[in-house]
């Protein structure tokens, strides 16, 4: 018989409770007659939204062929996806690849409205740079030697060195100075053709070497 109060394990006294955070609630139900009937529900809510990223860094300085492959967990779908980056970069799908040095970061929003963020930072290695030096005066028939100091990039490193007449590559060099070998009939100049390190980056070369051959 009406009228019917109502409390609610949470103090409330309304037929309808709003604002809950998960959990089980109970509500007694009493009518004009003091008769009374109990009944319980309980209010869920969706696991935490949660994004974790796995990144590919550049493999060459100056490189663009970074990615990052994102991982989102919890929240309702559909998710949506916002990322910012160096350059004034920006994109919407949930993974990004193609790209540059720099920090990254994306907020992730479920279909409640419900927020996470992350942030990733992609890194490129140093230039990759080769310097050649040296310089000896030698009698036909000895050897000497010119020196390549090799910086950046990934060792081992190769070079590909000139000497007027030809081009020689010396493989498998370390960061660093290097000595290489040469023997020349007659008075040489040295220079440097170009240098590549262990993940196929290219670099610059500067420097020269001389080795003077005396007369017989």
Request: charged share 5%; proline share 4%.
């Amino acid at each position: 018989t009406t009228p019917y109060t109502y409390l609610w394990s949470n103090g409330a006294t309304t037929a309808s409770v709003t604002g809950l955070a998960a959990g089980t609630y109970s509500v007694v139900a009493t009518d004009a007659n003091g008769y009374t009937t109990t009944q319980s529900v309980t209010v869920t809510q969706p696991a935490t939204l949660v994004a974790t990223a796995t990144s590919t860094n550049v493999n060459c300085n100056g490189g663009a062929n970074g990615s990052i492959d994102l991982t989102v967990t919890g929240g309702t779908l559909p998710y949506g996806y916002s990322w910012t980056g160096p350059g004034g970069f920006t994109a919407s799908t949930e993974d990004i690849s193609s790209l540059a040095a720099g920090t990254y970061s994306v907020t992730v929003t479920s279909n409640t409205g419900c927020p996470a963020n992350t942030t990733v930072t992609i890194t490129e290695p140093t230039a990759v740079t080769a310097v050649l030096s040296g310089g000896a005066t030698i009698c036909s028939g000895d050897a000497a030697n010119i020196t390549v100091t090799l910086n950046g990039g990934t060792a081992p490193y190769s070079v590909v060195y000139n000497d007027g007449t030809g081009n020689t590559t010396a493989n498998g060099l370390s960061a660093g100075a290097n000595s290489i070998s040469v023997s020349p009939s007659s008075t040489t100049s040295y220079s440097l053709v170009s240098v590549t390190d262990n993940a196929g980056c290219s670099g610059g070369v500067s420097g020269g070497a001389t080795i003077t051959v005396k007369p017989d």
